[in-house]
């Protein structure tokens, strides 16, 4: 098995690793804090160094940021060998947050930049290789997220500053007023949901040569959880396809399919099992065919492309 290769996001951008180890999910592993190090250099020993996080992945009392600061305690050192990604702005009701009575976004400048410094706090680092905008608030003032990332950058508390789930237009205006490129739109990406590849959204991304990000690759598990008669017809040709390309599993053959999108999607992997993550390094040296993508999408949509 080869290596993951490195990629630049952006031509202005990080050089990051093209596959990204997802933490969203690490209160669940039910790991101590030597097995969260020893997944994290396992990944890394594969060629996987940028790691995923976000403000509000986890529990309150257990935030995913916080188990992997308590790892990478143990091994400081390893802050030089990985790229950390987090994000700010969704604020949720807890019973640490009395004034928060409704889930909801909150991109100010107070908002973000409390955010950021919690996340530095919890994962036990000085800054962030990329900070995202987790989602798009309705009431974002460009000006104030391009000020507050701006303050935040000449602190030395974020490198790069990027989006997610960001239709093009609202990627448009936070870009108009922040002076270096922003660096990806991490989006979902999956042969369920082909939302994003029909809304413009990865056209622009190409247009600009910025690389996105691809989250929830294998649709959340709901490729193996129904009985639907649209996701069987789905999960068929891609075992069928499977066999054709050679994958060992139907995740291969999905993480395929999205690698051949020509904006060059970075897929995020969010298992905690380091066979599951071999399985998606594997996947890279597979290759698709147009034809064999495309029968994947009249798969999805239940009709073809005329």
């Known amino acids: 098995m080869t290596g993951v290769s490195r990629v630049k996001m952006a031509l202005e951008g990080p ?11 690490m209160g669940e592993w039910g790991m101590d804090p030597q097995a969260r190090l020893t997944f994290l250099k396992q990944h890394v020993e594969l060629g996987i160094t940028t790691v995923d996080h976000a403000h509000v992945y986890g529990s309150a009392q257990a935030p995913c940021e916080t188990l992997f600061g308590e790892a990478l305690k143990l091994d400081p050192q390893m802050r030089d060998s990985i790229e950390i990604i987090s994000k700010c702005g969704i604020e949720v009701m807890h019973c640490d947050a009395p004034s928060h009575h409704v889930n909801h976004y909150n991109s100010s400048q107070s908002s973000i930049i409390h955010s950021v410094d919690t996340s530095l706090q919890r994962l036990c680092v000085e800054q962030l290789d990329v900070l995202l905008i987790h989602r ?159 029968r994947i999408w009249v798969a999805s949509k239940g009709h073809g492309v005329a």
């Not at 990051?16 to 933490?23: A, D, E, I, P, R």
Request: aromatic content about 6%; charged content about 20%; hydrophobic content about 40%.
């Open 136 to 294: 798009p608030d309705l009431l974002m003032d460009a000006d104030d997220v391009a000020q507050a990332a701006e303050l935040l950058k000449h602190q030395g508390k974020i490198k790069h500053l990027g989006v997610s789930n960001f239709t093009p237009s609202q990627f448009a205006l936070l870009q108009s007023r922040w002076d270096s490129p922003l660096v990806t739109n991490q989006v979902e990406i999956n042969p369920v949901n082909l939302g994003v590849t029909e809304d413009g959204t990865l056209d622009q991304l190409q247009q600009l040569a910025i690389r996105p990000m691809a989250w929830s690759c294998l649709a959340g598990g709901s490729l193996f959880n129904t009985d639907s008669e649209s996701m069987q017809r789905l999960l068929n040709t891609l075992e069928a396809i499977k066999q054709e390309i050679g994958a060992q599993s139907i995740d291969q053959v999905v993480f395929a399919w999205i690698l051949k999108l020509p904006s060059k999607p970075l897929p995020i992997i969010g298992s905690g099992h380091i066979e599951r993550v071999r399985s998606a390094v594997a996947a890279t040296e597979l290759v698709m065919n147009n034809q064999q993508w495309y």
């Open 15 to 25: 050089e990051l690793s093209s596959l990204v180890q997802g933490y969203w999910r």
